[in-house]
Every structure is written in structure tokens, then in C-alpha cells.
């Protein structure tokens, strides 16, 4: 079992504050107490983290009593004497002070807006005021209502310290053998600082409880604390989600399972009454959450003051957050080894905190908790305290405004302190996902003692997650994410040479290079970033709000589809949407129905299918493949409401598995593939002309052969059958078999004419006068003549190799491309070619034998990335703008 001991002997900055007060204890002093002399010392982590909370709490009383009004008419300014709290100041602005009970009565007063437990425990708080002798009612006169009012706020004081009594007790049960971490708790200065702002210590000890339980290996009642912990705070509902990959992990989905249902259980009864008997207050905490603006302590904040508010804040809000949550989940499930409770949790309320649209002084007691639990180094905590204690002292010099420039301008102060906030978390936010990284840098892990090595544990909190295995499934991937963040090894080695090679490809690419797979990642973030700092840059510019950048051209079709479905009225600009097909319109709906609008599902899905996607290529091609379809002019496209995402992901991913002879997997791919666009023809046609193309071992008998051929074959089937079931479909819908076509010949006028005419009507379009009055067209259209151009030299260059299914990917979509009456759509569909990002990739893999060759092949290698990332900027902007970015 690890040991903590006092930080006074354990920890190299107790030390040395120890230095100036007598130093360290020695080493034959009395630490803990053994069984037959507990009665007889004190010196224990209760016993002493209890006195410290005692004395804490007595100055946190005393520095909110200048805040106390005695005289009528003297009101104590809380912000400038730094003792601000919502405890009196609600009691009499809800309603409470009138004898009313929250949510069930209303008045001439703002509906309470906190979650309902929160609203129960104010309610009780009252009561016992009543009880007590203070007068509460109508008509009071100015006496009576300070008296009551410091009554109830001295009644919450005396409870609000019960409930950290509690918080304390349960902490040192639930973390064995680290009872003194929890002095990390009850010395922080945000105890005097924040534990009067609010009633956040009924949750936080709610909290503590439900991880005292789960340590206990009791998971229903770990739920009911957690549920009722949420019906007071939001915060504790998103603890559920690191605790369920967790549980994924190692086998315990069952104990979770109990977990989540006590959960629900306990969070609807605690709603329920007041869900039923006043619905429109119960949702006053939601509605209110929802329409606030960016609010103090946040990030969003200092653009409000900027006065350059975000616009469509919730959804980049909530962006942000669930990124960080997924970036989360894989370092949960592909650590080395299974992360502890307590470093997920503090790592997803800081992605939360971070990235909400409002950072109240209070919140920072949610998270002391769990900064004992996952990083109990006193040097870490001062840097934590330290920013926080900045912040609440800043914080209220901003609202009294005596921190404001003596000539008006910006409170630097306050910005300055709410950076170096964020900053100080983040930076305990980083040393513990090094912990996580590297086991060996885990203090709760390792033990504190120095040298100490038997007091290794694994987490003293888990319950039934301490020392138990990962299942033999997680095992596989988290040696292989172990092997990949250690550097070891790549996460997704890349199939090329040896294994499964695609045929006439050069690229050597070794398959132990870890660093691809993080290059990769990178320019995956990089990119989504970049196209989401030019959509913010253009809501800017054109005043459109996020939604109405997003719905431009074909989202707008498939937004439109997955609200109305298909539909057959005559009407040419509602009939055409039936050349799309129906794979991402049906996952919009699936969407919409549950209350998310269609074009934000359409970005998720297309950013989840873009990590596919630059998977497979980087399986197949290395780094370079995937980063150059990262980075594609037209890139935007694979982060819209657009199909191109998605139908690389399938697509990509079932030419990867047909190389590997995994065809049963082929039919699964190709079949989603088919469903989502009519590309998916072509990619039935090319798999053909792979298995026909096969390379049997030599002396294969031709009947061997032809079987080989017809059992892969037959896997093809599916896909095809979701080809014609939509054509059913429509033929059902609209009597013709054709629909598809005539619907493409409807709205963009697509259908047989002759290649060279079809070039030359472009070319025509280029340099008319026609489209003078929209900037960026001639442009465009230019692009699609350098898009096909380049689909012909890499049919040329594929023939030539022998690489005869990838020349039929690219050569058949080339062709059907250039029937159009104008080359138009060509320049997205480039992204379909990942023959062509491969052949890019061995280009610049190329080694030239002379110095001049190695020069000129860098200056061109570095000049297409930096000109393909600023024309990816360009066409992104003129998307979201609305101009024609075909």
C-alpha cells in the first residue's frame, strides 16, 4: 500500500518551508499510530486535516464579515472589501426571503436558476432560519429583513462547513494510504477564497461520497451520490463518461452499468417532483445556461470585453469541449497503462471549465478534489492556488471597477489575471497527462516515499478497477497506443512494404516509425483548425452567424433532404435533390430527430470521417499521402455537410481491405460507400478490375483461377445491391428507373457531351466576361482544369506502372467528369483519388542523385504545401461566404 506521509518529510517544498519554522520532523518521530496506541495520538491525516479545515473555515467567516449589512441603508460593498456572496444576496432576490419555496411559488422576482437539489437545499436552509426565530414573510421591515438575512447566511455557514467536514472525512477514506494529500484540500487558500460565493460544497462532498462508495466497490450507491451530486451541480454528470472507458477497459462494464442506472435513478427523483409540478421553472436552469453570453472568467469573456463577442457561442463552446472529450477518450483507452479516477476526472473538468461559457471563482472547488487525487506535489499546488487566487481577487476588483485605467480603456488586470489562470491549469493539466504517459512520473503510483519502491499501487481509488487487468482486446491497443505515444512504434503501421503492398507503388516507408502516425494526427488538428479560424474570420467579415456559414450549396440539399426526405413535386429545384444519395442524409436525420440541427451533425460526421479517411491513406501511403488530402485546396469540402468525408472513409478503407484480401470487409465498406454517393459505382467497377487483375501465386491453374475470381466477386453483391434498391426506390417514387440521372441533368445539367467540347466550353467560361461580378469564379473554373489535368496524368502514370484497378478508379471518374456540359465538381472529386495522394507522396519521397535535383525538389515540395494550405484557406472562404467553390 503507498504511503504519503507529511508533505513535511515527503516533499522537497515542505522542506524547505519547514526550514524557517524548526524543519522537518525527525525520523524516530511518531507519524501514524498503530492499533494499540491510536487512542493515544493525534498526529494522524484526520485528525490534523480536520483542524486545518477548522481554522480555514474560521477565516473564511471572518473575512466575509465586512460583507454583513447591520445598518438599514448601509449597504457593505462586497466587491471592493473582496467578500461578495450569492448566499444573502439570493435569499432575498428569489423570493426565500418572502416565505416562498423555489420553483413551486413565483412572485414579483426572477425565477431561480440553479439545478433543482441546489434549489432544495436553499429551501432547507430556510427552514431552519425559520426555525431559529427570523422572521420571513411580506412586509418586513428594513431590520427584520437584515436580520433574517444574516441569520440564514450564518445558518449555511455552520452547514456548508458540515458538509466540508464530510468532504474531508470522505476523501481520506476513499484515497487509502494518502490520507495527508487531503491537507491539499483544506489549505488551499480558494477554501477562504470561494467556499462562501455559493452552495458548490453540497456537491462537492456529493461528489466525494459517490467516489468513497465506488472505492468501497459499491456501484449503486456511487450512482445515487453522483445523481444527486448532478441534481445539484452539473459538473458531476460528466465524470460518467471517463469512468465508462475506463470500466471498457479493463472488462467492468457491469459494475458501471449499475453505476449509471442508480445514477438516473437518483437524478430523476430528485427532478421529478419538480419536473412535473412547475415545468417552466425547471427548465429555467437550462434556458438560462443556454441564452448566457460569455460570462466572467471564461475565455469567451475577453472577447466580449474586446468587444468582439463570439458569435454561435454555444456551438463552439460545446465544439471545443467535445473535442477535448475525445482527445480525452483516446489517452484513456491508449495509454500505457489505465489512468487513475482521479487524473481523468480533474482532466475532463478542466476541459470543461476551459472551454465553458462562463468560469465562476466557486468552480475551482469541483476540481481541489480530484488535484489531491491526480497530482499530490505541494509545488503544483501552489502554482494551481496561485492562479486562482489572482483571479478571485481580480475578479471582484473588476466588478467594483477600481481596477479600470484611470482614462478608460480595457481592464489589463483583469485580462492578465484570467490568462494566467487558464495558464497555471493548463500547466497541471500537461504534467498530468505526462503522468499518464509516463507511469513513472506518477507520485500516487510510485509512492512518495524516496526509494521506496513497495509502496507502488495502482489507484487507490479505483475499487474494482484497482490492479485489475485490461480485457485482451484493450491490451492489443494499448500496447500498441503505449508503443506509439512511447515512440516506440507507429499506432497504425502502414501496409505498403512488406505485407500487403498496392502493386507498382515505390514508397518505402518504415513500419516502425511512430512519428507519421503523430505528424499525421498534427496536421489533421492543424487543418480542421485553420478552416474553423477562416469560418469564425468570415462570420466576422459578412456578419452570418456560424449555422448560416456552414449551409451553402449541397448542405443545404442534404440538410433539406434529411428534413423533408425524397420527394417527387414536379418542382426542378425539390426534385433534384434526388441525385443525392441517401447514406448521410438518413445519419442527418437520425440527428435531427434527436435535436441536433442537421448542418452541425453534418460537420461532426464529416470531421469523424476525415480521421478515417487520413487513416487509411496513411496506411497505405505514409504521412505524406494523408497530409497532402489534409491539406488539399478543396479540403473544406471533407469538414462540410458534404459526402466527400464520409465516402472517402468507406472508400478508402475498402480498397486497404481488399489489398489484404479481407473481402468479406470489402462488401461491409463498399456497401456504406455505395449508400452515400453515386461514386460508389465507380469503386464497384475498379474492385472488378482488381480481382480481375489478381496476382495468383505462379503455377495456378486457370479453374483455381476462375474460383478465385468468382469468391471475391461475389463479394461485390451487396454494394451492388445498395446501387439498385435506391435505384428501386426512386423508380417506386418517381416511375423511372432513371431518376437518378434525370435528376443530375435537372439541377446541374450532367448528360453525354463530348469531352473536348466539354473542355472548351470551360475554357470559354474562363475568359468571358460573364461571371465579372463574381470574384473567384474564373478561378475556380480554372482549378477544374488543372484538377482534370492532373486526374490524366495520374491515369497515365498508373497505366504505366501496371497498376491497373487504380488507373480505373481514377480514369472512369476523369471520363464521367468530362461528359458535363462544363467541367464542374471536379475539383472536390480530386479528393476521391487517393491513387493521386499516393503518387504525390512517392514524388516526394523521391531522393534526386544530384545537389541541384535535392534543391529544386524541396522548393517545389515546400512551395505546393504552403500554396495548397493558403488556396485551402481561400476556397474555404469562399464557401462559407456562399461564392461558387465547385
Not at 498 to 527: E, H, K, N, Y
Request: proline letters at 6%; aromatic letters at 14%.
Amino acid at each position: 500500500m503507498a504511503r504519503s506521509g507529511p508533505p513535511t518529510t515527503v516533499e522537497p517544498f515542505g522542506q524547505l518551508v519547514t526550514r524557517f519554522v524548526g524543519g522537518p520532523l525527525g525520523r524516530h518521530a511518531q507519524l501514524i499510530s498503530g492499533t494499540a496506541r491510536r487512542a493515544y495520538s493525534w498526529f494522524n491525516p484526520a485528525t490534523v486535516a480536520l483542524a486545518v479545515a477548522t481554522f480555514m473555515w474560521v477565516l473564511t467567516v471572518i473575512r466575509q464579515d465586512p460583507c454583513r449589512q447591520t445598518v438599514p441603508g448601509v449597504q457593505p460593498n462586497g466587491f471592493i472589501e473582496q467578500c461578495y456572496s450569492d448566499i444573502p444576496a439570493l435569499f432575498r432576490s428569489r423570493g426565500l426571503m418572502d416565505g416562498n419555496t423555489p420553483y413551486f411559488d413565483t412572485g414579483n422576482y426572477q425565477v431561480l436558476e440553479y439545478p433543482v437539489l441546489t434549489g432544495m437545499f436553499m429551501e432547507l436552509m430556510r427552514l431552519i432560519t425559520v426555525a431559529l426565530g427570523a422572521p420571513v414573510g411580506p412586509g418586513l421591515n428594513e431590520q427584520q429583513v437584515i436580520d433574517s438575512t444574516n441569520l440564514y447566511y450564518s445558518v449555511n455557514m455552520v452547514v456548508l462547513f458540515a458538509l466540508l467536514v464530510v468532504l474531508v472525512l470522505a476523501h481520506i477514506a476513499s484515497t487509502p494510504g494518502r490520507g495527508w494529500d487531503t491537507l491539499m484540500i483544506v489549505a488551499s487558500p480558494s477554501i477562504i477564497l470561494t467556499g462562501l460565493i455559493n452552495w458548490d460544497m453540497l456537491p462537492v462532498a456529493l461528489t466525494t461520497l459517490g467516489l468513497l462508495f465506488w472505492q468501497r466497490k459499491k456501484p449503486g450507491w456511487a450512482g445515487v451520490m453522483l445523481g444527486l451530486s448532478m441534481a445539484a451541480k452539473l459538473y458531476a454528470g460528466f465524470l460518467l463518461g471517463p469512468l465508462l472507458l475506463l470500466c471498457l477497459r479493463t472488462g467492468k462494464w457491469r459494475e458501471f452499468l449499475r453505476t449509471l442506472i442508480w445514477f438516473l435513478i437518483a437524478w430523476v427523483g430528485a427532478n421529478l417532483p419538480v419536473m412535473i409540478g412547475a415545468p417552466e421553472q425547471w427548465m429555467a436552469f437550462w434556458t438560462f445556461n443556454s441564452d448566457r453570453a460569455g460570462d466572467f472568467g471564461s475565455i469567451w469573456y475577453l472577447f466580449v470585453l474586446g468587444e468582439n463577442p463570439v458569435v454561435d457561442l454555444n456551438l463552439v463552446s460545446t465544439t471545443f469541449f467535445l473535442i477535448g472529450c475525445a482527445a480525452l477518450g483516446v489517452l484513456i483507452l491508449l495509454a500505457p497503462q489505465r489512468p487513475r479516477i482521479g487524473q481523468v476526472s480533474f482532466l475532463v473538468l478542466m476541459a470543461f471549465l476551459l472551454t465553458n461559457k462562463v468560469y465562476s471563482p466557486q468552480y475551482v472547488l469541483w476540481v481541489l478534489p480530484f488535484l489531491a487525487m491526480c497530482r499530490p506535489k505541494w509545488r503544483d499546488w501552489l502554482i494551481f492556488g496561485v492562479g486562482e487566487a489572482l483571479y478571485v481577487m481580480a475578479i471582484w476588483g473588476h466588478l467594483g471597477q477600481y481596477l479600470n485605467p484611470a482614462g478608460g480603456g480595457p481592464d489589463k488586470i483583469f485580462w492578465a489575471a484570467t490568462i494566467l489562470r487558464m495558464l497555471t491549469q493548463l500547466w497541471v493539466v500537461g504534467i498530468v497527462i505526462r503522468d499518464i504517459l509516463q507511469p513513472r512520473f506518477d507520485l500516487v503510483r510510485n509512492g512518495s516515499l524516496p526509494g521506496d519502491r513497495s509502496a507502488y499501487i495502482d489507484d487507490p481509488t479505483g475499487g474494482v478497477l484497482d490492479g485489475a487487468a485490461d480485457t485482451p482486446f484493450w491490451s492489443m491497443v494499448q500496447r500498441r497506443g503505449s508503443e506509439a505515444l512511447a515512440g516506440v512504434r507507429s499506432l497504425i503501421p502502414p501496409r505498403t512494404v512488406p505485407g500487403t503492398p498496392i502493386p507498382g507503388l515505390r514508397i518505402r516507408i518504415d513500419r516502425w516509425d511512430s512519428a507519421g502516425a503523430r505528424w499525421t494526427a498534427a496536421v489533421w488538428v492543424l487543418s480542421r483548425g485553420l478552416l474553423i479560424a477562416v469560418a469564425l474570420f468570415a462570420m466576422s467579415e459578412s456578419g452570418r452567424t456560424f449555422s448560416q456559414v456552414l449551409m451553402n450549396w449541397d448542405a443545404e440539399h442534404y440538410v433539406g433532404l434529411a428534413r423533408d426526405w425524397y420527394q417527387y413535386t414536379g418542382n426542378p429545384e425539390i426534385d433534384k435533390r434526388m441525385a443525392f444519395f441517401p447514406g448521410l442524409p438518413a445519419l442527418l436525420k437520425a440527428a435531427m430527430v434527436v435535436g441536433i440541427p442537421g448542418e452541425y451533425a453534418g460537420m461532426a460526421i464529416s470531421l469523424v470521417a476525415s480521421v478515417f479517411a487520413a487513416a487509411a491513406l496513411y496506411r497505405t501511403g505514409g504521412f505524406w499521402a494523408a497530409a497532402l488530402w489534409l491539406t488539399a485546396p478543396t479540403a473544406i469540402f471533407t469538414m462540410m455537410p458534404y459526402t466527400e468525408s464520409l465516402f472517402c472513409a468507406f472508400a478508402f478503407w475498402a480498397w486497404e481491405r481488399a489489398r489484404s484480401d479481407k473481402w468479406w470487409q470489402v462488401a461491409i465498406l463498399a456497401s456504406a460507400a455505395c449508400s452515400v454517393r453515386v461514386s460508389g459505382l465507380f469503386l464497384i467497377g475498379a474492385l472488378g478490375i482488381m480481382i480481375l487483375t489478381w496476382k495468383f501465386p505462379r503455377g495456378t491453374s486457370v479453374p483455381e483461377r476462375i474460383i478465385g475470381w468468382l469468391q471475391r466477386a461475389m463479394y461485390l453483391l451487396p454494394p451492388a445491391g445498395v446501387m439498385v434498391l435506391y435505384a428501386a426506390y426512386l423508380k417506386k417514387l418517381t416511375g423511372s428507373w432513371m431518376m437518378w440521372y434525370e435528376a443530375q441533368a435537372m439541377g446541374w445539367s450532367r448528360g453525354w457531351t463530348a469531352p473536348w467540347q466539354s473542355v472548351r466550353t470551360t475554357f470559354d467560361v474562363i475568359l468571358s466576361t460573364q461571371y465579372d461580378n463574381s470574384p473567384g469564379w474564373d478561378l475556380v473554373f480554372s482549378f477544374e482544369i488543372l484538377s482534370m489535368a492532373f486526374g490524366l496524368l495520374a491515369v497515365g502514370f498508373l497505366l504505366r506502372r501496371r497498376m491497373w484497378a487504380e488507373a480505373a478508379w481514377v480514369g472512369v471518374q476523369v471520363l464521367a467528369f468530362s461528359t458535363s456540359e462544363w467541367l464542374f465538381s471536379v475539383n472536390r472529386a480530386v479528393l476521391l483519388w487517393f491513387p493521386l495522394w499516393l503518387i504525390a507522396a512517392e514524388l516526394i519521397a523521391w531522393k534526386p542523385a544530384t545537389r541541384r535535383g535535392v534543391i529544386i525538389h524541396r522548393v517545389v515540395h515546400i512551395s505546393w504545401m504552403i500554396g495548397s494550405v493558403v488556396i485551402m484557406m481561400w476556397w474555404a472562404r469562399m464557401f462559407y461566404l456562399g461564392q461558387w467553390s465547385s
